[in-house]
């Protein structure tokens, strides 16, 4: 039965999203899309007022985005590089600034000037857009609009676009570098009949001819990824939960039939935030609420407006993904993609390249969220299972610049390699404060891996330099080799990277191995156990 979940998963690419391509050719393309170049690394994006209207019959979108910016150094006749791909096209741009000429080729919209700015002046571009997006094949893994019908035949619309862009429907500055520091305002148009649901708020609502417009405020920095208009014939609950910040608003929209249904399996929502709340600190976005909303793919983790699609069941579409049988016993898109409110949301990798920074962490927080929820043997025979997810095919991290994502390994295996981090630390508290103090002292940030390692380096007093490098950038697994006489045993480590340091604990006693054979006095002559909890392989030798 194992076997056949674990097959089942991968042969429908489930968990792990879009796979690394491992023999692509990267183009200049790439490189526009992935990096911080001339025509992005002068301004910083402050606020995005847009509107979307979605035309269900003719598959198509229209409306437009207030680009609000700061000039964060001295340039003189600089040209700006908006995000749009094709086949949406820009019908109209302006700026409060004077525009040279403007031309969209490809992917980018090209906005030249003859004007020399200066540090710290603000400034807008407002982009009026059209047209039919790209259709999501597979959705959220391939990214697209979702045009679909719910089980009553009424139209039901939504888009997921984390690894495409979210440039796939909405001109933007498309980087995971640049976030609107003070949020967004989103209308979304919809026939009188349908309602739409942003991020964030709702904080007007009106009739306008024969359609609503539903408007939608985030207060906080959010990727521009997590920006989704989802629009169907949803209804509305509410709930409170008394956090570490005061009362935070729970806001549930779900389709009309579903309502009974989501009020039984959203109670799994309090205990969820509970145990984030313990390990990594309050909820980062207070000011816009937490919200579910009915998806029609299976899930994904937009700011303060997740997606769930997992049919009001346990497990992973009903599923356990570690193949224990744990998993069983929460909600896995509930836990999962509120996890990433934490780690996705609040700390956002700079680049796509350390993705992991996302997953990672977040597969971790199924453990975390098992530890509290249940009990920590239940936790660790959770992060066991996951193991068995893991390819080793190529490196977690991926190409830097070129909207690359590593290996679809960085879940489980960025987790496993957490997992391990937490048996060297050997204290659990100190392991919590770490985690709580990357979300306090990277709150609202992007950041690069390079932060993340150094920061649990210094805050645990251990160099995990070489433990980092092992799992993120190589697809070796440390194997500890052993064999023992009696209280005495003979041990070394290989498939290791040049002067690993991972010491590890055994029946007491830590020892540090190295590829040359050491040995070590035990307490007793039994047998000696292992701790599994450590991603190694051990090997007995003769």
Same mark, same amino acid.
């Given at each position: 039965?194992?076997?056949?979940?674990?097959?089942?998963?991968?042969?429908?690419?489930?968990?792990?999203?879009?796979?690394?391509?491992?023999?692509?050719?990267?183009?200049?393309?790439?490189?526009?899309?992935?990096?911080?170049?001339?025509?992005?690394?002068?301004?910083?994006?402050?606020?995005?007022?847009?509107?979307?209207?979605?035309?269900?019959?003719?598959?198509?979108?229209?409306?437009?985005?207030?680009?609000?910016?700061?000039?964060?150094?001295?340039?003189?006749?600089?040209?700006?590089?908006?995000?749009?791909?094709?086949?949406?096209?820009?019908?109209?741009?302006?700026?409060?600034?004077?525009?040279?000429?403007?031309?969209?080729?490809?992917?980018?919209?090209?906005?030249?000037?003859?004007?020399?700015?200066?540090?710290?002046?603000?400034?807008?571009?407002?982009?009026?857009?059209?047209?039919?997006?790209?259709?999501?094949?597979?959705?959220?893994?391939?990214?697209?609009?979702?045009?679909?019908?719910?089980?009553?035949?009424?139209?039901?619309?939504?888009?997921?676009?984390?690894?495409?862009?979210?440039?796939?429907?909405?001109?933007?500055?498309?980087?995971?570098?640049?976030?609107?520091?003070?949020?967004?305002?989103?209308?979304?148009?919809?026939?009188?009949?349908?309602?739409?649901?942003?991020?964030?708020?709702?904080?007007?609502?009106?009739?306008?001819?024969?359609?609503?417009?539903?408007?939608?405020?985030?207060?906080?920095?959010?990727?521009?990824?997590?920006?989704?208009?989802?629009?169907?014939?949803?209804?509305?609950?509410?709930?409170?939960?008394?956090?570490?910040?005061?009362?935070?608003?729970?806001?549930?929209?779900?389709?009309?039939?579903?309502?009974?249904?989501?009020?039984?399996?959203?109670?799994?929502?309090?205990?969820?935030?509970?145990?984030?709340?313990?390990?990594?600190?309050?909820?980062?976005?207070?000011?816009?609420?937490?919200?579910?909303? $009915?998806? #029609?793919?299976? +899930?994904?983790?937009?700011?303060? &407006?997740?997606?769930? /699609?997992?049919? *009001?069941?346990? !497990?992973?579409?009903?599923?356990?993904?570690?193949?224990?049988?744990?998993?069983?016993?929460?909600?896995?898109?509930?836990?999962?993609?509120?996890?990433?409110?934490?780690?996705?949301?609040?700390?956002?990798?700079?680049?796509?390249?350390?993705?992991?920074?996302?997953?990672?962490?977040?597969?971790?927080?199924?453990?975390?969220?098992?530890?509290?929820?249940?009990?920590?043997?239940?936790?660790?025979?959770?992060?066991?299972?996951?193991?068995?997810?893991?390819?080793? $095919?190529? #490196?977690?991290? +991926?190409?830097?610049?070129?909207? &690359?994502?590593?290996? /679809?390994?960085? *879940?489980?295996? !960025?987790?496993?390699?957490?997992?391990?981090?937490?048996?060297?630390?050997?204290?659990?508290?100190?392991?919590?404060?770490?985690?709580?103090?990357?979300?306090?002292?990277?709150?609202?940030?992007?950041?690069?891996?390079?932060?993340?390692?150094?920061?649990?380096?210094?805050?645990?007093?251990?160099?995990?330099?070489?433990?980092?490098?092992?799992?993120?950038?190589?697809?070796?697994?440390?194997?500890?080799?052993?064999?023992?006489?009696?209280?005495?045993?003979?041990?070394?480590?290989?498939?290791?990277?040049?002067?690993?340091?991972?010491?590890?604990?055994?029946?007491?006693?830590?020892?540090?191995?190295?590829?040359?054979?050491?040995?070590?006095?035990?307490?007793?002559?039994?047998?000696?156990?292992?701790?599994?909890?450590?991603?190694?392989?051990?090997?007995?030798?003769?």
């Amino acid at each position: 039965m194992k076997k056949l979940s674990y097959t089942l998963l991968f042969a429908s690419g489930l968990v792990f999203g879009q796979f690394f391509e491992k023999d692509k050719v990267f183009t200049k393309e790439d490189t526009l899309k992935g990096s911080n170049t001339q025509f992005r690394n002068f301004w910083d994006v402050k606020k995005y007022d847009l509107s979307v209207e979605p035309d269900f019959a003719q598959k198509s979108i229209k409306g437009n985005n207030k680009i609000s910016f700061e000039i964060t150094k001295d340039v003189t006749n600089p040209t700006f590089q908006v995000d749009l791909q094709q086949p949406m096209k820009a019908d109209k741009v302006e700026g409060n600034f004077p525009i040279a000429e403007y031309k969209q080729d490809g992917d980018f919209i090209w906005i030249k000037t003859n004007k020399s700015f200066k540090k710290g002046e603000k400034y807008t571009i407002d982009v009026t857009y059209s047209g039919n997006p790209t259709i999501a094949k597979r959705a959220p893994w391939d990214g697209g609009w979702v045009f679909t019908k719910d089980e009553k035949g009424n139209p039901w619309m939504s888009v997921a676009d984390e690894g495409i862009g979210a440039s796939i429907w909405l001109p933007t500055k498309d980087t995971w570098s640049d976030e609107p520091d003070n949020g967004v305002v989103m209308r979304i148009i919809t026939p009188k009949d349908l309602v739409g649901v942003g991020n964030g708020k709702l904080i007007d609502k009106k009739a306008q001819g024969d359609k609503m417009v539903y408007t939608w405020e985030v207060k906080n920095p959010i990727n521009a990824y997590s920006i989704i208009p989802n629009i169907g014939k949803y209804v509305n609950f509410k709930d409170t939960f008394n956090g570490e910040k005061g009362k935070l608003d729970l806001d549930y929209w779900v389709i009309d039939y579903n309502l009974d249904k989501a009020k039984k399996q959203f109670q799994q929502v309090k205990p969820m935030l509970s145990a984030f709340e313990y390990w990594f600190g309050s909820y980062p976005f207070y000011e816009d609420s937490y919200k579910l909303v $009915d998806s #029609p793919y299976l +899930g994904m983790e937009h700011q303060s &407006n997740v997606a769930y /699609g997992n049919g *009001y069941q346990n !497990g992973y579409m009903g599923q356990d993904y570690s193949g224990t049988g744990v998993g069983l016993n929460w909600d896995y898109i509930i836990v999962h993609e509120s996890g990433h409110e934490w780690f996705a949301n609040n700390i956002t990798a700079k680049d796509q390249a350390d993705m992991w920074v996302h997953e990672g962490f977040t597969m971790y927080s199924e453990v975390l969220f098992t530890e509290k929820y249940m009990d920590k043997k239940s936790a660790n025979i959770y992060a066991q299972g996951i193991r068995h997810g893991i390819q080793n $095919d190529v #490196p977690i991290i +991926g190409k830097y610049g070129v909207r &690359n994502e590593g290996s /679809g390994d960085m *879940y489980p295996k !960025g987790a496993s390699m957490l997992h391990t981090i937490r048996q060297v630390i050997n204290n659990d508290e100190k392991f919590r404060e770490i985690l709580r103090g990357i979300n306090k002292d990277f709150y609202h940030q992007t950041v690069t891996t390079e932060q993340i390692e150094n920061y649990i380096s210094k805050k645990s007093g251990i160099d995990f330099s070489s433990v980092f490098n092992q799992y993120l950038r190589t697809t070796k697994i440390p194997v500890l080799e052993y064999s023992q006489k009696g209280e005495e045993l003979k041990f070394r480590y290989s498939n290791i990277i040049k002067n690993l340091k991972l010491p590890i604990i055994v029946e007491g006693v830590t020892i540090n191995p190295t590829e040359q054979w050491q040995t070590v006095k035990l307490k007793k002559g039994t047998p000696v156990e292992f701790n599994e909890n450590y991603y190694i392989d051990y090997k007995k030798v003769q």
